[in-house]
């Protein structure tokens, strides 16, 4: 039985290795990144979006002169902790910018693991793709700031339809999600707040992330100071009569 696994496992990784060669770093365990669960964390790299306070530069560019984890030493690695490890998280950069991401979850899967896709929204026609074959079991949106402050925020071309529909179809599916907003002074005040919480109505739950400057994409970022956490968890008890909201990663609970 041991080899059959080994053998099924090592066929999944030719697959990927063959395809797929941007997985940039993994996180052995999280208990973070998705809630309720212990999980490891697959970086990959590149992103269509240019956020100056993004707190991942180093993922943000498609071209890295760096080398890339293979996958089958990723299953590996997985497999050993099988049992322990509840899921794994896809995160970036942007996942859903690469085509190969079904084969990746559909690998996850294959492990007998459940995968969490991070994503930026921008690209509802992968996703979609992902929930038909069932190969998401949880996906954690970012929802930026209100729509029209987007195309500034990002810094590259968008189509807000694209969020939206994106939007609309994780609360459709009604699996396990979350979006968040990661509220960073001059790009997301309370008024935007308001704008994108009636816009996620039906959603289950807006987390309100505290900006972290120490490490941003624009060095301009490093010197605005964040939101007092006290002025995040009021706005958190105001919002909560639209949808369920929390405050995570506040200052005093994670000093610098």
């Not at 290795?17 to 970086?43: H, Q, T």
């Not at 997985?78 to 190969?100: F, K, M, N, Y």
């Not at 992968?126 to 190969?135: A, G, N, P, V, W």
């Not at 704008?195 to 301009?220: C, K, M, N, W, Y």
Request: charged residues 20%.
């Amino acid at each position: 039985m041991h080899r059959a696994l080994a053998a099924g496992t090592r066929r999944v990784g030719q697959l990927i290795m063959a395809a797929f060669r941007n997985i940039r770093g993994l996180l052995p365990a999280s208990m973070l990144d998705w809630p309720g669960k212990i999980s490891a964390v697959l970086f990959l790299g590149g992103c269509n979006f240019r956020c100056p306070y993004c707190h991942n530069p180093e993922l943000v560019e498609a071209a890295w002169s760096g080398e890339c984890l293979e996958w089958e030493h990723v299953a590996g690695f997985l497999q050993e902790r099988a049992g322990w490890i509840d899921g794994v998280c896809v995160t970036g950069g942007e996942p859903t910018i690469h085509r190969d991401l079904p084969e990746l979850c559909s690998s996850i899967k294959a492990l007998g693991m459940e995968v969490k896709v991070d994503t930026n929204g921008s690209r509802p026609r992968m996703l979609r793709y992902l929930l038909e074959r069932d190969l998401v079991d949880f996906i954690a949106m970012d929802f930026k700031t209100s729509p029209e402050k987007y195309p500034a925020l990002v810094g590259r071309p968008i189509s807000m339809n694209a969020v939206l529909e994106t939007v609309d179809m994780i609360i459709t599916w009604g699996g396990q999600h979350e979006f968040r907003c990661t509220v960073v002074p001059g790009w997301v005040d309370y008024g935007d707040l308001e704008v994108i919480s009636h816009r996620l109505h039906g959603a289950s739950s807006l987390v309100l992330q505290q900006f972290r400057p120490e490490h941003t994409l624009d060095p301009v970022m490093r010197g605005v100071e964040p939101y007092p956490d006290a002025l995040l968890m009021e706005w958190s008890e105001k919002l909560s009569g639209i949808l369920p909201v929390k405050v995570r990663g506040l200052m005093a609970v994670n000093p610098a």
